[in-house]
């Protein structure tokens, strides 16, 4: 089993920024793909961002271009998802998820292709 735990959500203001970790352990494959979703009520959950902890290869969906950067400390076991420049419309619970290498890696956005999931942190962007 693969347990991960989401942190640093939080309520900011617009235009604001915040950094969300998430700890990957337990039973993980030497190199893994870790994605960055969220959900906000009353929607699907969508893909935000994703990384290979094997090469550091990072895909964003357009949500995220420009504002947002995925990162990971593979000696600590943690992707962070560095938020800037917050809209009212990001607000929604994020979650991560992990599964191994992926041989095409835009498919990373899908939630089909994840096995294990986080609980979610919070993010509310309102003045």
């Known amino acids: 089993q693969v347990q991960l735990v989401e942190s640093g959500g939080g309520l900011v203001q617009p235009g604001g920024s915040l950094r969300l970790s998430c700890v990957v352990s337990?039973?993980?494959?030497?190199?893994?793909?870790i994605g960055w979703f969220r959900q906000a009520p009353g929607k699907e959950r969508e893909g935000v961002s994703c990384?290979?902890?094997?090469?550091?290869?990072?895909y964003y969906a357009d949500s995220a271009k420009g504002r947002f950067t995925i990162s990971r400390d593979n000696a600590k076991n943690t992707v962070y998802l560095q938020m800037n420049s917050l809209k009212s419309e990001d607000t929604a619970v994020y979650y991560c998820?992990?599964?191994?290498?992926?041989?095409?890696?835009?498919?990373?956005?899908?939630?089909?292709?994840?096995?294990?999931w986080g609980q979610g942190t919070q993010v509310t962007v309102s003045s």
């Open positions: 998820a992990s599964t191994g290498i992926l041989l095409r890696f835009s498919d990373c956005v899908s939630r089909d292709v994840y096995n294990y």
């Open positions: 337990g039973r993980t494959l030497p190199y893994y793909t």
């Open positions: 990384i290979s902890t094997s090469d550091g290869s990072t």
